[in-house]
């Protein structure tokens, strides 16, 4: 009679995936980035370039982190493929894998646990000492979406309980900001790049990080935009063309913090919640109650992000109960559309 298979205790999963961390980075050296996130230090550490050149282009518009300073929460980065290392064989299979990256019986006590079916990277937290481990199999096949927003599983669970990570953009003018919120597809990107080609500050297209310290506030997360070839067709002044990557459904990864460095900044103060809506006619903006600002954040957010946190979901509703939610038809001119936005943001207290 065949023995059942044993799996191996997250924590030692971990703990292999240290093992292969340290040895493909003693096989090709390192390269360290240290930023600081909504108020808090990131050291991402890579083994060899190839991954570098994948995941830290999304931070560079980020604060570095003061010289000499531990950090708060740290990730290691390499890939099977350039470092010769592969990972341990996943104790896990496709069907332990929760809709887009939570693993069963992977996600209890200190240990978190994501994967992504589409490309096989793998994401390891350790809560406790607030320690991340990311794989992937090639540094030649992380996708688009990957590069465009890189490290959301781990910095989900490594930014808590100081910081939320949403599913929003967000935009302003000095330090009044809307968050942009919505579920994909519905024009949040467009606006927030239309937004930055306006003049306006840009935190982030897709995700940023709530904060509330007296004053609700979203930081910045990646410095990119993902475009469709059509949103790159009506933002000209952007200065990019397509293709985006030959994947279904793929986008353009556009690096604004190369493009207009000044303007992407480090936070905003939210101000209002914006929830635009793609639409042929417009732009027009009216008020909308809370609870509907509060249904175009929540839901993508939960959805996109693993575990379902129930202290996320308190400060998304402290913050719709707190400024004011609207809807924005956007038209067909994203130009005009982000003026519609400024007017948005003129009107919220």
């Known amino acids: 009679m065949r023995e059942p298979t044993v799996r191996p205790a997250p924590a030692d999963y971990l703990s292999d995936l240290e093992r292969c961390f340290a040895a493909a980075r003693d096989s090709l050296g390192g390269r360290d980035l240290e930023v600081v996130i909504a108020g808090q230090g990131l050291r991402l550490r890579f083994a060899g370039e190839a991954m570098a050149d994948q995941i830290a282009p999304a931070f560079a518009h980020l604060p570095p982190a003061r010289a000499g300073a531990e950090p708060d929460m740290e990730i290691d980065i390499w890939d099977a493929e350039t470092s010769a290392v592969k990972p341990p064989r996943a104790p896990f299979s496709h069907t332990d894998v929760d809709g887009i990256v939570d693993v069963a019986g992977f996600n209890e006590g200190r240990i978190r646990t994501a994967c992504d079916l589409g490309y096989g990277a793998i994401t390891v937290v350790d ?14 096949r992380v996708p688009w979406y990957e590069r465009a927003a890189p490290l959301r599983p781990a910095l989900h669970w490594l930014l808590e309980p100081g910081g939320c990570l949403v599913h929003a953009g967000s935009v302003g003018r000095g330090d009044r900001g809307a968050l942009i ?23 982030g297209d897709d995700y940023v990080v709530l904060t509330d310290d007296g004053a609700a506030r979203a930081h910045a997360v990646h410095g990119t935009s993902k475009l469709t070839t059509r949103s790159l067709e009506l933002l000209p002044a952007l200065g990019v063309t397509g293709p985006p990557d030959p994947l279904p459904n793929s986008k353009t990864v556009v690096d604004l913090h190369s493009i207009r460095p000044g303007q992407v900044c480090a936070s905003l103060e939210i101000r209002a919640i914006v929830a635009p809506e793609v639409s042929a006619e ?21 959805l996109q992000l693993p575990g379902r946190d129930s202290g996320a979901m308190r400060q998304m509703a402290a913050l719709a109960r707190t400024v004011p939610s609207y809807a924005l038809a956007l038209g067909p001119d994203p130009t005009a559309a982000a003026s519609a936005l400024e007017e948005v943001l003129a009107d919220a207290p």
Not at 127 to 140: C, G, H, I, M
Not at 282 to 302: D, E, Q
């Open 181 to 203: 919120v919505g579920r994909s597809g519905s024009g949040k990107s467009t606006l927030a790049t239309a937004a930055l080609l306006g003049g306006m500050q840009f935190a």
């Open 127 to 140: 809560l406790d000492r607030r320690k991340a481990l990311f794989s992937v199999p090639a540094a030649t």
């Open 282 to 302: 417009g732009p027009a903006w009216s008020r909308i109650r809370g609870a509907a600002g509060m249904l175009a954040l929540a839901p993508s957010t939960m």
